[in-house]
């Protein structure tokens, strides 16, 4: 089961988290919310695994977002 671990705010914040956690081994899923054509102002959640949300929580952390 995925699990929402963060809230990115913007295309270029998602796709750092996506890289961080990735880096670290970590299966990722990133999913737009919101109606911005463009799709740079949208929200993203950051998705993992239900097992790795502890992990994922402890990078974001680290990666100070």
């Known amino acids: 089961m995925w699990t929402v ?3 990115a705010q913007g295309k270029d914040m998602a796709t750092k988290i996506q890289q961080a956690l ?3 081994g970590i299966l990722v899923k990133v999913k737009p919310i919101g109606k911005d054509g463009s799709g740079k102002d949208n ?3 950051i998705l993992v695994p239900a097992a790795e949300v502890e ?3 402890n990078i974001i952390i680290d ?3």
């Open 43 to 45: 929200c993203y959640e």
């Open 63 to 65: 990666i100070e977002f």
């Open 55 to 57: 992990e994922a929580h």
């Open 5 to 7: 671990v963060y809230m």
């Open 22 to 24: 990735e880096e670290h």
